[in-house]
């Protein structure tokens, strides 16, 4: 193990009681604290938060000296140029460790000896800095406490201020004397930092701390320790209480002070070691990979660290506190994250070389990592020193065959806590030892125990608190690994504060015994009421584990689960049973402690951030404890992260469809509308486009209603007969399968045409018609399946939303829909990645027909307020007839929704819209090219597979306005 855990008491366990007492140093009013004059600013940072907490507990704060006064204990923090020299040594000039290389000589012995009161049998050649840069020194004998490490002097700011782009970096600067504090105040005062403000710290009053005579040093087990990523705001109320700093810490917190104070707390990690698809393409061509060889020289020859940063970056910060290994040049060398999304470049060489499988997520692998040792062992032998980064990652997520070099830092992703307890977690925590097997050395993680982006749970208001499963995993994989990343968002901080902590114990040693941690945290933060919360807290980590207890392998990336249906989650995970249960045990918890306490305070805190989130999503399902039944009844949220009634504002909206093994992007869907098939229009229009679909590959089929003319039976079966024809066994030719994605139009249904009624009468053909015989028997007799008004389908990650036109609207019909139905289950926050609705009729204020009533054209306005607002949104529809050719038939709707009027597949364009030149508008179709982001729709002859317009663009637009907006360009 890395930098093992090393602790020496030196106790005198066979002295008499009092004559230990005397042995002790003992820190009370009386003390102070004793800082270099030219002290590093980690060190500065150490003093501050040492009398911080010390005022806690003794009731105010020490003096802060550079030299120690006679008959006065000392706290002596680091060491430095300033700072009687002529005892300590190592005053050599030098800023940035702050603490000098100390040597162990009979002088400095001596002259120890006189300063601190020890014999040298307790000195030793113990008093240099430690060589590992996260450790930590604690020495206490005779009237001083002694704690150091190595510090840089360079603020916080400066560590973050000039980095690129994304929010997992943290301030980057050793602070191994502040790391010492925590590990004092919390060995010695019994402080515990849960969390920064007054109801996340635990600091007991007392009138000394007795230290015992000792000497400690501990270094972590990981030198990786991170988590994070887009963490969740953070409550004002936290945010609302001063931390009483001088002016290194803000004395009134912002939520990034209030993170990073915690980050230091916590004592995360002090350099970020980068691998996050650094390389600026996914083509493996030899050709590529020597540009990327001569951009990596360029990287490290200009000592810019991890990649090819900015100018500003050639500073301290990049060139010592950002590189690996303390000073070694690291080049970030993993593949665009485009390479997981898209099949794979379609440059020539890596079409004919790159063995692309649907099936094998690994199918990369080689290529990928020996493509990495070619460029790490050319590194080498021009700069022995530097080193390259590589993730195990999709599609490149093998072991390879090939050798890896000793100068790759190897990344490992894979799910971690989250598949606690199941069989892919048993599988890839063997696959983490096999990489170590492999390699000789350790490795590092990258996991997502999160529920925002990898993991399809996007569920609002439901605590990800999982702590055991956290410590369970990082202990089961501590021998083979160097730390991990855990990329945790959530859409609230807290939500993860005792998965943190958990975290962070292990990161320093995995031997930790969890349960007592655990048991300390209630008794310490809820007193008396400590046996209620802890079964809170239980409850809702065996609810959480209940929700991720799907997990399955995607081309998608490696954090994936099914996610439990609306019914699943309601009725099983949080039931009314539990989530009265978890009432009752809050309000007996703050039965048990006095109002207006830390206790009560805290309490009431959880029941503000953690329970009344969940009841409130618990009254989309039958009413619990009293909470309103309907999701409309939300209070306004103040937008400061935490609530304050019992009414939420918002459902989680937590359904997602289940998506089993979506396969790799992109996903191709045909769309077909107003088929019409009737006596004089037989099916073979249908058959040839659907044979074109096959041609291309099609995963998907929409048929956005009016399959038949008159709503008869008869034809409805010619629509199935074309599709089974083509598409036996809903199988390509290719033997894919492809999904039937088909729904009923006003024709199909509907009772109010005259003209038709009279037509079917006259024809005797009553029995056969589609609205006497019933729309579900219809379908069932037709195609064989169950009829749902409803349809949700989903198909490679895509998501699928179908509403049949039913007679007079009916109570799910697109003219009378209620956002019930697909409101609380697909106005989710975000989809997977997207979500197509079809409907018949057009969407309200979409397009409308020249010279005809809104009543024929338009729907109600009730689909658009289901779907608006959903990023990622495409709405599609039929009935206009409306050339594909036509520029109007694309157009964005309100809330960021794109909307696509399919044409006819039969019809002529009608007489009341000018033709598109160069066609005459019949048997068109549209194919959709979708990948994350963009999609591309191709305008087709359905007869002759030529295009009749050039293709339409659409691109995402995240951050732009609404949430996942489109842009269209025709």
Request: glycine share 8%.
């Amino acid at each position: 193990m890395r930098s093992a855990r090393r602790i020496l008491f030196a106790l005198f366990a066979f002295f008499a009681a009092e004559t230990a007492a005397n042995a002790d140093v003992v820190i009370d009013r009386g003390s102070e604290i004793v800082l270099p004059n030219n002290a590093a600013y980690a060190t500065r940072l150490a003093a501050e938060e040492l009398n911080f907490f010390l005022k806690g507990v003794l009731g105010e704060a020490l003096p802060v000296v550079t030299r120690r006064t006679a008959g006065k204990t000392a706290i002596v923090l680091g060491g430095g140029t300033d700072w009687e020299s002529r005892h300590l040594g190592g005053g050599n000039g030098e800023r940035g460790t702050g603490n000098g290389d100390w040597e162990s000589t009979p002088a400095r012995a001596s002259a120890l000896r006189t300063t601190f009161g020890w014999e040298s049998r307790h000195l030793g050649g113990d008093l240099r800095v430690p060589r590992d840069r996260d450790a930590y020194v604690i020495m206490a004998a005779g009237d001083a406490v002694r704690i150091f490490g190595n510090d840089d002097d360079i603020a916080d700011v400066d560590a973050t201020a000039a980095l690129p782009d994304e929010a997992i970096w943290q301030p980057c600067f050793r602070r191994g004397t502040l790391f010492g504090v925590y590990a004092f105040l919390e060995r010695f005062a019994g402080v515990r930092m849960y969390f920064p403000g007054e109801l996340g710290t635990c600091v007991p009053a007392a009138d000394r701390i007795a230290v015992p005579e000792c000497r400690i040093e501990e270094s972590p087990a990981f030198s990786v320790r991170r988590y994070g990523y887009a963490d969740g705001p953070v409550a004002k109320e936290l945010l609302d209480v001063p931390v009483g700093r001088d002016d290194l810490i803000a004395p009134q917190m912002d939520e990034t002070d209030f993170k990073r104070l915690n980050w230091y707390r916590l004592r995360m990690e002090t350099y970020h070691l980068r691998c996050c698809h650094g390389a600026k393409t996914h083509c493996l061509s030899p050709e590529t990979w020597d540009a990327l060889y001569t951009n990596a020289c360029a990287v490290i020859g200009g000592a810019l660290g991890d990649r090819a940063l900015p100018a500003s970056m050639r500073n301290s910060v990049g060139a010592d506190h950002r590189a690996a290994r303390d000073g070694d040049p690291l080049f970030d060398a993993m593949p665009k994250d485009g390479f997981t999304w898209l099949r794979h470049c379609h440059c020539d060489w890596c079409e004919r070389n790159i063995p692309f499988s649907k099936t094998d997520i690994g199918f990369a692998s080689d290529l990928v990592w020996r493509r990495t040792a070619e460029l790490a062992n050319r590194l080498k032998t021009k700069f022995p020193r530097a080193r390259v980064s590589q993730m195990s990652y999709i599609p490149y997520v093998r072991i390879p065959t090939n050798d890896i070099p000793d100068n790759v830092d190897v990344f490992v992703a894979r799910r971690g806590p989250w598949a606690e307890g199941t069989a892919i977690g048993a599988r890839e925590k063997g696959e983490v030892a096999a990489w170590h097997d492999k390699l000789g050395r350790k490795l590092s993680l990258w996991n997502y125990p999160d529920k925002v982006d990898c993991w399809n749970l996007e569920m609002k208001d439901i605590p990800q608190l999982a702590p055991r499963a956290w410590a369970s995993y990082y202990r089961a994989v501590a021998p083979h690994v160097t730390g991990a990343f855990a990329e945790s968002e959530s859409d609230r901080w807290i939500y993860n504060y005792l998965n943190y902590y958990v975290f962070s114990r292990v990161c320093w040693n995995p031997g930790a015994d969890v349960e007592a941690i655990l048991a300390e945290h209630h008794r310490l933060m809820f007193g008396s009421a400590a046996k209620e919360m802890a079964e809170f807290f239980d409850m809702l980590e065996q609810c959480w584990m209940k929700v991720v207890a799907k997990p399955y392998d995607t081309p998608l990336g490696p954090g994936v689960c099914e996610a439990p249906t609306e019914e699943e989650l309601h009725t099983k995970i949080y039931s009314p049973e539990v989530l009265s249960r978890l009432a009752s045990l809050v309000s007996l918890a703050s039965s048990k402690v006095a109002e207006g306490s830390i206790e009560a305070r805290r309490i009431a805190l959880f029941r503000r951030e953690y329970l009344e989130p969940l009841l409130a999503c618990g009254a989309c399902a039958p009413a619990v404890v009293g909470v309103p039944a309907a999701c409309d009844t939300r209070h306004a949220d103040s937008g400061s992260g935490t609530n304050s009634n019992p009414a939420i504002p918002k459902c989680h909206n937590s359904t997602i469809p289940q998506s089993h093994n979506p396969a790799i992007f992109p996903v191709r869907i045909g769309l077909i509308a107003d088929i019409h098939i009737g006596d004089s229009n037989d099916n073979s229009d249908l058959k040839r486009a659907l044979r074109l679909f096959d041609a291309k590959k099609a995963d998907a089929v929409v048929a956005a209603g009016d399959l038949t003319d008159f709503g008869l039976l008869s034809e409805l079966r010619e629509v199935a007969a074309a599709w089974n024809e083509v598409f036996p066994g809903s199988r390509r030719s290719d033997g894919e399968p492809v999904v039937r994605l088909f729904h009923y139009g006003d024709h199909d249904t509907e009772l109010n045409f005259k003209v038709r009624q009279r037509e079917v009468v006259d024809k005797g053909r009553w029995a056969d018609y589609i609205p006497h015989i019933g729309p579900a028997a219809s379908w069932e007799l037709a195609f064989g399946e169950k009829f749902e008004p409803v349809v949700r389908r989903t198909v490679k990650g895509c998501e699928f939303t179908l509403v049949h036109f039913l007679p007079d609207g009916g109570a799910l019909g697109d003219r009378a829909l209620p956002c019930g139905p697909v409101g609380a289950d697909h106005r989710a926050a975000r989809k997977p990645w997207l979500h197509v609705f079809s409907q018949h009729r057009m969407y309200r204020g979409f397009f409308a027909r020249p010279g005809r009533g809104d009543e024929v054209s338009w729907d109600d306005g009730a689909s658009l307020a289901c779907v608006t607002n959903v990023p990622g949104m495409i709405a599609v529809c039929g009935h206009g007839h409306v050339s594909a050719a036509n520029g109007t038939s694309f157009a964005p709707l309100q809330g960021g929704v794109a909307a696509i009027a399919i044409p006819s597949l039969y019809y002529q364009i009608a007489t009341w819209l000018p033709k598109p030149k160069g066609h005459g508008g019949s048997h068109q179709a549209l194919f959709m090219i979708a990948e994350p982001g963009k999609i591309t729709v191709e305008r087709l002859d359905a007869r002759t597979g030529g295009k009749i317009a050039p293709d339409v663009r659409m691109a995402e637009m995240a951050g732009h306005g609404k949430e996942g907006s489109w842009t269209i360009a025709l």
